[in-house]
T-cell receptor, first 114, second 112 residues
């Protein structure tokens, strides 16, 4: 079955510290992976994606993500967290059997503490 | 922001009434999606469209229907609203599933 897991409902990090938001996936074939961010009362915004190539992908607002095929993971990272990074983060993967669809994880709430 | 709007933004209705939500895009993207967002469930796909008059079901399609008569408009209809359909509904667009989706601002629907 195709699925995306975000094992942490909540991540707390101090401002200025590095942050990691975890994502693991299960999908047939080569994965197309995405990260989105949602600020309160807003729609989701695209951050970055991995389709092929370099395992380290750079995206918007200083975020990056590392694709690890052997661990089927796609963790989101940022070297130095800002209070304004506090939001809900979603990992997503294109469905490996029905290419028209994307499967979203349950989301991780990130709080950056001043 | 991508040119995608949703209407209405907020709606309160009663059980058993029909409700139609509208998604409008100005990007000429082929794919359009309707999701619902509920606490603890993330985003769940209701229906999607891969072209004019071409639609298919998502994982939570029961009780919902959609129509797409023009590239720019994708309508979601709740034939007879139930309290379990109280949710925030998001429309999204994409050139193709290998590319990122752009989301509308959402519609908060309350069914009493």
């Amino acid at each position: 079955a195709q699925s995306v897991a975000q094992p942490e409902d909540q991540v707390n990090v101090a401002e200025g510290n590095p942050l990691t938001v975890k994502c693991t996936y299960s999908v047939s074939g080569n994965p197309y992976l995405f990260w989105y961010v949602q600020y309160p009362n807003r729609g989701l915004q695209f951050l970055l994606k991995y389709i092929t190539g370099d395992n380290l992908v750079k995206g918007s607002y200083g975020f990056e993500a590392e694709f690890n095929k052997s661990q089927t993971s796609f963790h989101l990272k940022k070297p130095s967290a800002l209070v304004s990074d506090s939001a809900l983060y979603f990992c997503a993967v294109r469905d490996g059997t029905s290419y028209d669809k994307v499967i979203f994880g349950p989301g991780t709430s990130l709080s950056v503490i001043p | 922001d991508a040119g995608i709007t949703q209407s209405p933004r907020h709606k309160v209705t009663e059980t058993g009434t029909p409700v139609t939500l509208r998604c409008h895009q100005t990007e000429n993207h082929r794919y359009m999606y309707w999701y619902r967002q509920d606490p603890g469930h993330g985003l769940r796909l209701i229906h999607y469209s891969y072209g004019v008059k071409d639609t298919d079901k998502g994982e939570v399609s029961d009780g919902y229907s959609v129509s797409r008569s023009k590239t720019e408009d994708f309508l979601l209809t709740l034939e007879s609203a139930t309290s379990s359909q109280t949710s925030v509904y998001f429309c999204a667009i994409s050139r193709d599933p290998g590319n990122e989706q752009f989301f509308g601002p959402g519609t908060r629907l309350t069914v009493l």
